[in-house]
C-alpha cells in the first residue's frame, strides 16, 4: 500500500501538466501513486500523461473518460482507484512544493489527524518554478479546534491530505459547480479538527482552458451553489457535531451565497442585465437560504452591500423553478447574442 495517492482530474493542460506531474515525480515521499483521470482531453494533455506513465509505470496510473464529465466524475474514479493510507488531490494545471506530501503524511501519522492543510498561493499563468520549503523539524503549524477556523477555511480539497479510511464511502457531486463546498466542508465538521501548515505548499493557477476554468460571460452554473448547501446540509444531518456547527453554518452559507452572487458585478454584459440577473439570483437565494440579510459579520455585511443597490422584488411571487429557468434562460440568450 502506497503512503500517499494523489489524485489529478484533468482537462487539456498540455500547458501546465508536465510541471504538475514533476512536482509530484520528485516529492521528497518517494511511496506515491499518482492517479491521472483524462477527462476526455483534445488537445495533447492525454499523450504526456501517458508518457509520464510509460516512464514512471510503478508510480504514475493514467484513467480515461471517454465523454467528457467534469471535474467531480475523474475525482470520484481516481477514487474508486486510490490505494494510498492517505488521498490527495491535485488539478493539473497547478503544482505543489516538493516537500508537502513528505510534511503532510508525516504529521497526519504524529498527530493522529484525518486531515492536514497547508497554505495557497496564487501565481501567474507562466509561472513554473517548483519550490522545496525549509526541511526544519519544528514546522510553523496549528492543531486547530476553532470551529469558524474550520469552516471558514477555503473550501478546496486541493491543498489537503485526507485519511483515505475517513474518505472511504466520500464522493463528490457530479456535474455540478463548487463541487468542493460539499465535499470537504462536512469532512471538517466530522473531523472536528484540522492540522494546518503556515507555509505556502499549493499553487494555484488561475486557467483559462482547464477543468476548473470560468469566464466573464453569463453563466447559470452559479446556480449550482443552493445545490451544494443542500447537498452539505444533508450529508452533516447525521454527525454528533453538526448541532454545534448551525450558527457557522448559517454564516457560511450566506457567505458562499453573496460571493458566488458577487461574480455576477465581474461579468462583460450591461448593467441592466447585471441588475436584472442579480435581482434574479438574490431573489432565488431569499427563498432558499434562511435569514440571508441579516448576518451581523462584518465580511458579509461587504459582500451583501455590493449585491444590495442591484436588488428589487419584482420577481418574487415566482416559483423558485421559474426563477432558475428565467434566470438560466437569460445567461443563454445574452451569450448567444455576444
Same mark, same amino acid.
Given at each position: ?114 486531515? $492536514?492543510?497547508? +497554505?495557497? #498561493?496564487? @501565481? ?5 518554478? &517548483? /519550490?522545496?520549503? !525549509? %526541511? ?37 457531486? $457530479?456535474?455540478? +459547480?463548487? #463541487?468542493? @463546498? ?5 469532512? &471538517? /465538521?466530522?473531523? !472536528? %479538527? ?42 452533516? #444531518? ?101
Amino acid at each position: 500500500m502506497p503512503k500517499v495517492s494523489v489524485i489529478i482530474p484533468c482537462h487539456n493542460t498540455d500547458k501546465y501538466i508536465q510541471t504538475c506531474l514533476n512536482s509530484l515525480i520528485h516529492q521528497q515521499l518517494k511511496d506515491l501513486e499518482i492517479i491521472c483521470v483524462d477527462d476526455h482531453s483534445t488537445d495533447n494533455t492525454l499523450n504526456i500523461l501517458k508518457q509520464f506513465e510509460k516512464e514512471y509505470p510503478t508510480k504514475v496510473k493514467v484513467l480515461s473518460l471517454q465523454a467528457e464529465r467534469g471535474c467531480s466524475a475523474a475525482r470520484n474514479l481516481g477514487l474508486s482507484y486510490a490505494n494510498g493510507e492517505y488521498i490527495g488531490f491535485v488539478d493539473s494545471d497547478d503544482y505543489v512544493s516538493l516537500n508537502m506530501y513528505l510534511d503532510f503524511y508525516y504529521l497526519a501519522r504524529a498527530y493522529n489527524v484525518k486531515i $492536514v492543510s497547508g +497554505k495557497i #498561493e496564487f @501565481i501567474l499563468e507562466n509561472q513554473n518554478e &517548483l /519550490i522545496t520549503n !525549509n %526541511n526544519s523539524p519544528k514546522k510553523h503549524f496549528q492543531l486547530c479546534h476553532n470551529k469558524n477556523i474550520l469552516i471558514f477555511e477555503p473550501p478546496s480539497c486541493c491543498h489537503r491530505l485526507f485519511e483515505h479510511a475517513f474518505i472511504e464511502n466520500e464522493s463528490f457531486l $457530479v456535474n455540478k +459547480k463548487y #463541487e468542493d @463546498i460539499s465535499f470537504t466542508i462536512p469532512l &471538517l /465538521i466530522k473531523a !472536528n %479538527n484540522l492540522l494546518a501548515i503556515k507555509e505556502s505548499c499549493y499553487f494555484y493557477r488561475a486557467n483559462p482552458s482547464g477543468i476548473m476554468a470560468t469566464d466573464n460571460h453569463p453563466n447559470a452554473k452559479i446556480l449550482d451553489i443552493f445545490s451544494e448547501i443542500k447537498e452539505l446540509r444533508q450529508r452533516i #444531518e447525521n454527525y454528533d457535531s453538526q448541532k454545534e456547527y448551525q450558527k457557522i453554518l448559517k454564516d457560511l452559507e450566506q457567505r458562499f451565497v453573496f460571493t458566488v452572487g458577487n461574480s455576477i458585478l465581474d461579468w462583460d454584459i450591461s448593467h441592466a442585465a447585471k441588475k436584472y440577473l442579480i435581482s434574479l439570483y438574490l431573489t432565488i437565494a431569499d427563498k432558499q437560504i434562511a435569514a440571508l440579510w441579516n448576518s451581523k459579520n462584518s465580511f458579509i455585511k461587504d459582500l451583501k452591500g455590493e449585491l444590495e443597490p442591484y436588488y428589487c422584488a419584482s420577481f418574487y411571487q415566482d416559483e423558485p423553478l421559474e426563477l432558475q429557468r428565467k434566470f438560466t434562460e437569460f445567461c443563454r440568450q445574452y451569450h448567444l447574442k455576444r
